[in-house]
């Protein structure tokens, strides 16, 4: 049983029913979730370091990391647009990495 805001009781009947309740659209608990939480948390920690004056490489590493798990999971998910979005990304990144480096 699940509660809502009023703190009534919905039963599963109702909630596998329900076009009003919200239900995430991917499985929890499973590896791809775990790896697009780590992903997901790796590039906030990377965006907040961007601009930040002598912090440009972690951002770039963190950033590419995240991207690569995030391209992990949408491979996982055969999701094409997020293949195209972190690919191309990841793409990006290393060669922005690469250039800083060099």
Sequence with gaps: ???????????????????????????????????????????????????????????LSLSAFGITLWLWVSIIWKDRALVLLNGVGLLLLLRNLIERLV
């Design 1 to 59: 049983m699940l509660k809502e805001k009023k703190l009534r009781e919905i039963s599963q009947e109702e909630l596998e029913n329900s076009t009003r309740i919200q239900k995430s659209a991917t499985p929890k608990y499973t590896t791809d979730w775990y790896v697009k939480w780590v992903a997901s948390i790796t590039i906030l920690a990377a965006m907040s370091m961007r601009g930040i004056e002598g912090m440009q490489i972690y951002d």
